[in-house]
């Protein structure tokens, strides 16, 4: 097979990972790498540390689907294995690079002693997993490719310590992705050279997201009148709180929330106190191929971030014509750049969403002109510049004298 058209085979490093018992988590890993599989020139393994937690840990609800985790499976025709890690009380954040890589020596071992070879380490998320992942790429003498999704570098890059990893993670890279440009920013300030950084946004799934017959769903859900969304972990930095202190004073508007997380709880209390909860549905979390029908039930998606990478429920919305309201963070502003997209909003206060929502309320733009927009947003660029990339690693790795993988 010629150089350009043989089959990578990547060893993934990525703890944002879904399971079976967890099979919405991290989706947006796997949808990126069901695409590059599937054009047959990428054959990923993937290696998804999870923390250890002893079995009487299974008393914490938020815990039991992280402990029913199987240490191996495999997920639409890839491997996936899920090692156990050590995850220190105190140090743990500062030495979780280094316990990664420790729970993950063994599984590859293993699979190298079994005649399985690999041509490049490919990371999702920066921090612990591309640091680890630059360790094991060092003991296996393999070029390394790391992607950040958000977090990673707007918030845990801050950190001293850190830092410090991320910037030995850079210097051992041969190419450092970012889902957009703004992080792609925060690479450069961490002193990656230019020429190794891509910016390989998030795609969306434009067969499975579409537009349905709105009425019939919501007549269906006994909905009447506005209805706004929010898609996303219950956690404070997603801002769900500012958009039930927004709907307040939008007295006609019904709230649908999907996700869970550890603030649900004090969410639906505070509707309660502020007399809305008959205007607020919690739906739970929803499965990735039934979020369609929900997106399609709102007139408006409202995502109110402190912080985001590539926000994949913004696309998701507009693909099923459903236009947004978001903080203007990040890689939000590259996500929602015309009026058919939505709106975006400065300040991120309950005041703030609320005109905005009633701005995009009074001049709705046309589905099929936020359809049309998300249109631009499909996989195929993405995915022929993950190939293009590691095509160029591969030789510029074989054209310093290293081994042929």
Not at 198 to 215: C, I, K, M, Q, T
Not at 303 to 323: D, F, I, K, Q, Y
Not at 344 to 361: F, K, M, Q, T, Y
């Amino acid at each position: 097979m010629s150089g350009a058209e043989r089959t990578f085979r990547t060893l993934v490093v990525c703890g944002l990972y879904p399971s079976r018992a967890r099979p919405t988590f991290g989706v947006f890993v796997e949808n990126r790498l069901r695409r590059l599989a599937a054009t047959g020139r990428v054959q990923p393994t993937v290696l998804a540390p999870l923390p250890w937690y002893p079995s009487c840990a299974r008393t914490f609800p938020a815990l039991a689907p992280l402990l029913a985790t199987p240490a191996r499976e495999e997920r639409f025709g890839i491997p996936v294995f899920y090692p156990r890690y050590a995850h220190l009380p105190r140090l743990g954040v500062l030495v979780q690079p280094w316990t990664v890589y420790r729970a993950l020596l063994p599984i590859v071992r293993r699979l190298l002693r079994s005649g399985r070879r690999f041509d490049l380490v490919d990371a999702h998320y920066g921090y612990p997993d591309g640091v680890a992942a630059a360790l094991l790429a060092d003991r296996l003498d393999l070029p390394l490719v790391i992607t950040a999704r958000g977090t990673d570098l707007n918030l845990i890059a801050r950190a001293f310590v850190p830092r410090l990893w991320l910037r030995r993670a850079v210097f051992r890279a041969q190419g450092l992705v970012a889902v957009c440009g703004a992080l792609a920013r925060v690479w450069q300030e961490l002193g990656a050279p230019p020429e190794r950084i891509r910016v390989l946004r998030n795609g969306v799934d434009l067969a499975l997201f579409r537009p349905l017959p709105r009425e019939p769903l919501r007549a269906a859900a006994g909905l009447d009148g506005p209805v706004l969304l929010c898609v996303g972990q219950l956690v404070e930095r997603k801002g769900v709180h500012l958009v039930l202190d927004a709907l307040v004073d939008l007295p006609r508007a019904t709230l649908l929330i999907v996700g869970d997380g550890p603030l649900r709880r004090s969410l639906e209390q505070r509707a309660r106190s502020l007399g809305i909860a008959h205007r607020v549905r919690f739906l739970g979390s929803v499965p990735h191929e039934e979020l369609p029908a929900v997106y399609n039930l709102a007139d408006v998606l409202v995502l109110a971030s402190s912080r985001e990478g590539w926000p994949n429920v913004l696309l998701e919305a507009m693909a099923c014509g459903t236009p947004v309201v978001a903080t203007a963070v990040w890689g939000t502003p590259e996500v929602v750049r015309a009026p058919e997209a939505g709106r975006l909003i400065g300040e991120r206060s309950p005041e703030a969403i609320r005109a905005a929502i009633l701005d995009l309320l009074a001049r709705p733009p046309a589905r099929a002109a936020t359809r049309a927009y998300a249109e631009a947003f499909g996989w195929e660029p993405t995915i022929a510049g993950h190939i293009a990339l590691f095509e160029e690693i591969r030789a510029d790795w074989c054209g310093r004298g290293r081994a042929e993988p």
